[in-house]
T-cell receptor
Framework: DTGVSQNPRHKITKRGQNVTFRCDPISEHNRLYWYRQTLGQGPEFLTYFQNEAQLEKSRLLSDRFSAERPKGSFSTLEIQRTEQGDSAMYLC??????????????FGQGTRLTVV | AQTVTQSQPEMSVQEAETVTLSCTYDTSESDYYLFWYKQPPSRQMILVIRQEAYKQQNATENRFSVNFQKAAKSFSLKISDSQLGDAAMYFCAQETSGSRLTFGEGTQLTVNP
């Protein structure tokens, strides 16, 4: 296992279509995060899982967005009825909490979504 | 709400020289972590250095070091002996509750040969 893997790397879709992205975390990591990054900005938190439980969702995550992590392994992020404003880089990260409760997050290369 | 501010959208440095990137943050928590991440063009974000808020000693990783001023809520990154490979977008980030990160806007670093 060489790191966090995200697929696809690039996705171009027409407005109104649904898209789904996949993230495979580092195998021993039980925490998984989704962030969105627009051009020239820092990543913004969307949601986070500990094992299969979705523990927190940002207000940025509208009803058109849904994320799952079945069996606490890989995760999917689905966007329904895409809008041009959804165009961004979607980053996945994973981490494993140590005894102190904190650990660094390892990021994938991201999925770049373009809505036309 | 947690906020992280990077006031330098762009910085440049000559190869082999030293550069300092600034970051300020705001939090009501007493125990937290701070990070600097590097994002090269079209490549994934990688951790450069981390600082635990309860530690007074500034973190150091080879050519990278931080100046952590807890009372001032300041967390700057110093890169010594800059190399061409250091060119990237640098993000300051703070770990908030639940271990999610709050990022600054980023500083684009250019290294001139």
């Amino acid at each position: 296992d060489t790191g966090v893997s995200q697929n696809p790397r690039h996705k171009i879709t027409k407005r109104g279509q649904n898209v789904t992205f996949r993230c495979d975390p580092i195998s021993e990591h039980n925490r998984l995060y989704w962030y969105r990054q627009t051009l020239g900005q820092g990543p913004e938190f969307l949601t986070y899982f500990q094992n299969e439980a979705q523990l927190e969702k940002s207000r940025l995550l509208s009803d058109r967005f849904s994320a799952e992590r079945p069996k606490g392994s890989f995760s999917t992020l689905e966007i329904q009825r895409t809008e041009q404003g959804d165009s961004a880089m979607y980053l996945c990260a994973s981490s494993y909490p140590t005894g102190t409760g904190r650990t660094e997050a390892f990021f994938g290369q991201g999925t770049r979504l373009t809505v036309v | 709400a947690q906020t992280v501010t990077q006031s330098q959208p762009e910085m440049s440095v000559q190869e082999a020289e030293t550069v300092t990137l600034s970051c300020t943050y705001d939090t009501s928590e007493s125990d937290y972590y701070l990070f600097w991440y590097k994002q090269p063009p079209s490549r994934q974000m990688i951790l450069v250095i981390r600082q635990e808020a309860y530690k007074q000693q500034n973190a150091t990783e080879n050519r990278f070091s931080v100046n952590f001023q807890k009372a001032a809520k300041s967390f700057s990154l110093k890169i010594s002996d800059s190399q061409l490979g250091d060119a990237a977008m640098y993000f300051c980030a703070q770990e908030t509750s639940g271990s999610r990160l709050t990022f600054g806007e980023g500083t684009q670093l250019t290294v001139n040969p």
